[in-house]
């Protein structure tokens, strides 16, 4: 189940509140200036490809697109078998900005999408069907966990992909990690 706990910047330990209906995190994220919503997920074969995935989500990918201008998309995937998974998830652990939206969505697996505005964090833990996106300039960090199982349409505007502009705050050390808010499932 998608889930948004929202934390004070001050106090870290536990959240302020916990949300777990999909409207109330649209109506909260929305308030933020946020993007969020639920796609209705596509059957589709265990051995898919991207092309694949990019195909059975071209109309909604293409009314993104013409929506916000962005240029490409693209699928990103990651599984607990990767050799570089503790890598790959340092990357997204600090608090960063970009200079365009950061639009995900879910096609499979779970991620956890910390948005710090404000005095507040909003940490979003996104699951299949779930697409967010995060103002540019929003400063943010991304936890994917020690066993990463996602799969992920992204956008972007700029053709070079994921760029970010760390802020060199350490508030993402403070708060709870993916383990802490992933619970069992």
């Known amino acids: 189940m998608t889930?948004?706990?929202?934390?004070?910047?001050?106090?870290?330990?536990?959240?302020?509140?916990v949300v777990e209906n999909p409207a109330d995190i649209a109506r909260l994220l929305k308030e933020q200036g946020v993007r969020y919503e639920?796609?209705?997920?596509?059957a589709l074969p265990a051995s898919v490809t991207s092309d694949d995935i990019l195909d059975a989500y071209a109309d909604e990918v293409s009314h993104l697109k013409d929506e916000s201008g962005f240029a490409t998309a693209d699928v990103v995937s990651l599984t607990p078998d990767h050799p570089d998974k503790a890598a790959f998830r340092q990357k997204f652990l600090d608090e960063h900005i970009h200079s365009e939206d950061e639009v995900r969505f879910f096609v499979h697996g779970k991620g956890l999408f910390y948005l710090h505005l404000g005095d507040k964090v909003y940490a979003v833990m996104c699951r299949q069907c779930?697409?967010?996106?995060?103002p540019s300039g929003t400063r943010h960090w991304f936890d994917m966990g020690p066993e990463p199982e996602f799969t992920c349409i992204r956008l972007f505007t700029n053709p070079e992909g994921w760029v970010a502009e760390f802020t060199g705050e350490d508030i993402a050390g403070r708060?709870?990690?993916?383990?802490?808010l992933a619970g069992g499932a």
């Open 3 to 17: 889930t948004l706990s929202i934390f004070h910047q001050d106090k870290p330990e536990s959240p302020e509140q």
């Open 38 to 42: 639920r796609w209705p997920t596509r």
């Open 130 to 134: 779930d697409l967010i996106s995060v």
């Open 175 to 180: 708060l709870p990690r993916y383990e802490q």
